[in-house]
């Protein structure tokens, strides 16, 4: 571990009680330079490493971060704000990554055809890139760096890890987890810093691939910036996820799940329900279903037992999601629920901490800022349709195309909106579909820049490249010279 050398710091909070806990150095060009220098030497020693190896470390590494998830969860909660239970649910998911990784023998293995042409064999190997590096947002300071380094490490590349310099001390403490596993110095680096980190990470030769999860206008310029630099990029960006709610679905399911998605972690999440399209009849039960499950919901401070929800990550936030809120309103939007008031959960105090309690706007409609903008933050709302084809036209026609999900009973109105929507992901009576680590996480148009999606199989791809090897051991008493064009006859 070493100390910045840019002079510059960032404050780190915790978000519950508003008080600043610590200051977080921010790295300098040079530090950069010296991180990626550092990970391309233990890179060519990492890559040489047999496969049963990589996965013995693998599995060490697996077991440690089981045995700590109790520690890393309070971590998380004393930095992000979200709940102790939200916190330890973020490390099982980052878990199901590892363990997946741990199968790199597997996952590497190639093709093979024996006498392809006469006395010729052609294979097929993937090999590592070299120095690779994530970048990584506050949400998940821990699922995410997970989603990436398990599969880059283990795939054979050295992983550089930029947090979100607003809770960094989750990736040290996945730092610490690695070395106990019996991972070389430089194959995982965390590099704290801002702006001035990224934009040398993307421009720097050493580095062949980028990975980032964070909005929409950030992903789209770290993509051209990366690719410009020659660098193969995967960038996750925004999303306004729709939960379609038919008349026949089951009020108390589609409830419930309506504010679990759009509640948890304070809506601080990619895949968090920001719109419940509600078609025909249902919307009046659903919106009061709805309504009457919030003020049950206890909102403090995550580390308390029995809180629900916790706060937003920054002040700033916090006064944004307000904004939002107060803009639905002004243009005509009807507060079902209003989490700008903390008396209507009695559990928190505005001015204790960045809270924003759960809200629920009806009546909105396409134009509002409400409806077009990734808030992220506990905001639902609710677009009242007529018919099946409004909602499916209402949500191919959203720019983020990142999750979905349908609420029915109707197995064949499931299947047919599986195949109708234009969303990476999707949910058949599921709000999250997040996908499990064995099939590949992300979104379709401004939700995604780059040609894959991350872990699982994708993600292995993407830390690795082809190479097709023809071989031919000949009898010498056989060869000749022959200037013709090789072929399989």
């Given amino acids: 571990m070493a100390d910045g050398t840019s002079g510059r710091t960032s404050p780190v909070f915790n978000p519950a009680t508003g008080l600043q806990t610590a200051d977080v150095d921010l790295a300098s060009v040079a530090d950069v330079d010296r991180a990626v220098a550092s990970a391309k030497a233990a890179a060519e020693g990492w890559r040489a490493t047999s496969l049963s190896r990589r996965s013995a470390v693998m599995f060490g590494f697996r077991q440690l971060l089981h045995d700590a998830t109790d520690e890393l969860a309070k971590i998380i909660t004393a930095e992000h704000g979200k709940v102790l239970i939200d916190s330890a649910a973020e490390i099982g998911r980052g878990l199901e990554n590892v363990e997946y990784a741990c199968g790199v023998p597997e996952l590497l293995k190639g093709g093979f055809s024996e006498q392809a042409s006469t006395g010729v064999d052609v294979y097929s190997i993937r090999q590592p890139l070299g120095v690779v590096a994530g970048i990584t947002p506050f949400n998940f300071p821990a699922m995410v760096p997970l989603w990436m380094c398990a599969n880059a490490i283990a795939c054979g590349n050295a992983f550089i890890l930029k947090p979100s310099e607003k809770d960094p001390s989750a990736s040290l403490f996945l ?7 019996g991972l070389p110095d430089g194959v995982f680096t965390v590099l704290q810093g801002d702006k001035v980190a990224v934009d040398r990470l993307l421009e720097h030769p050493d ?41 026949d679905a089951d009020l108390g399911l589609a409830a419930d799940a309506a504010v679990s998605a759009a509640y948890g972690a304070a809506g601080e999440r990619c895949m968090a329900i920001s719109v419940a399209v509600a078609v025909g009849d249902i919307a009046d039960d659903l919106v009061d279903a709805i309504a009457q499950r919030i003020p049950k919901l206890k909102v403090g401070d995550g580390a308390e037992p029995g809180t629900d929800m916790g706060p937003l990550i920054t002040a700033q936030h916090r006064d944004k999601v307000a904004g939002y809120i107060a803009a639905g309103v002004e243009s005509g939007a009807k507060v079902v629920v209003d989490g700008r008031d ?48 409004e909602a499916i036209a209402l949500i191919n026609a959203n720019p983020f195309a990142n999750g979905t999900a349908i609420f029915t009973r109707d197995g064949g109105a499931a299947r047919q909106f599986q195949f109708d929507v234009e969303v990476g992901m999707v949910g058949i009576n599921v709000p999250i579909p997040t996908p499990v680590a064995y099939y590949s996480f992300g979104g379709w148009k401004n939700s995604l820049f780059g040609d894959t999606h991350m872990y699982g199989p994708e993600g292995v791809a993407f830390y690795t490249r082809g190479k097709v090897v023809t071989s031919r051991w000949p009898d010498p008493a056989t060869s000749k010279i022959d200037l013709g064009f090789p072929t399989t006859r």
Avoid: C
């Avoid at 730092?175 to 596993?181: C, M, N, V």
């Avoid at 990975?211 to 690719?227: L, N, Q, R």
């Avoid at 193969?232 to 038919?246: D, E, I, S, T």
């Fill in 175 to 181: 730092a610490e987890l690695w070395q106990k596993a």
């Fill in 207 to 247: 580095v062949k691939a980028i990975s980032f999860v964070g909005s929409t206008p950030i992903a789209k310029s770290i993509y051209e910036t990366a690719t410009k630099n020659g660098k193969r990029v995967q960038a996750l960006g925004g999303a306004k996820n729709h939960m379609l709610v038919l008349p």
């Fill in 342 to 389: 903390g008396t209507v959960h009695g559990a928190f105090s505005p001015s204790g901490g960045f809270f924003v309690g759960p809200t629920l706007l009806d009546g909105v409609t396409p134009e509002l800022s409400v409806y077009t903008d990734a808030i992220f933050g506990p905001v639902l709302a609710v677009v009242r349709v007529g018919t099946y084809d």
